[in-house]
C-alpha cells in the first residue's frame, strides 16, 4: 500500500501562484509513476499532469502547458505541482495519484493509489 497525502491548496487570486506537495509514504517511493489529477463541481475527474519514476519524463494536459510544472524528489518521497498564472477555471480538488505501470497516462484508471484531495480556488 501507498499512502498519499496532498497539500497546498488554498484561496488565491487569479494571476496568482501556488506549489501543491503530496508526500507518499509506505514503499519505495521511486517505484512509482506520479500524477496530479483535478476534479471541478459537476465535472469529470481529469488530467493535469504526470512524471515518471525517475522525473527524467513530464506530461501536462494542454490547459496548463506553460502555466504549471511537475516535479519529484524521490529522496523526500514527495511530488510538486508548481502552479502559475492561474485563472478562475482552474478551482477544483486537485489529488495525486501513483502506479507501477501506465497503460495511459492521462486515464484515472491507470492509477493504483490516490490522495485525499486538497482545495483550490482560484478568485477573479
Known amino acids: 500500500q501507498v499512502q498519499l497525502v496532498e497539500s497546498g491548496g488554498g484561496l488565491v487570486q487569479a494571476g496568482g501562484s501556488l506549489r501543491l506537495s503530496c508526500a507518499a509514504s509506505?514503499?519505495?517511493?521511486?517505484?512509482?509513476?506520479m500524477a496530479w489529477f483535478r476534479q471541478a463541481p459537476g465535472k469529470a475527474r481529469e488530467f493535469v499532469a504526470a512524471i515518471s519514476k525517475g522525473g527524467g519524463s513530464t506530461y501536462l494536459a494542454g490547459s496548463v502547458t506553460g502555466r504549471f510544472t511537475i516535479s519529484r524528489d524521490n529522496a523526500k518521497s514527495t511530488v510538486y505541482l508548481r502552479m502559475n498564472s492561474l485563472k478562475p477555471e482552474d478551482t477544483a480538488v486537485y489529488y495525486c495519484?501513483?502506479?507501477?505501470?501506465?497503460?495511459?497516462?492521462?486515464?484515472?484508471?491507470?492509477?493504483?493509489?490516490w490522495g485525499q484531495g486538497t482545495q483550490v480556488t482560484v478568485s477573479s
Open positions: 509506505g514503499r519505495t517511493f521511486s517505484n512509482y509513476a
Open positions: 495519484a501513483a502506479a507501477t505501470a501506465i497503460a495511459t497516462v492521462q486515464s484515472y484508471n491507470s492509477y493504483d493509489y
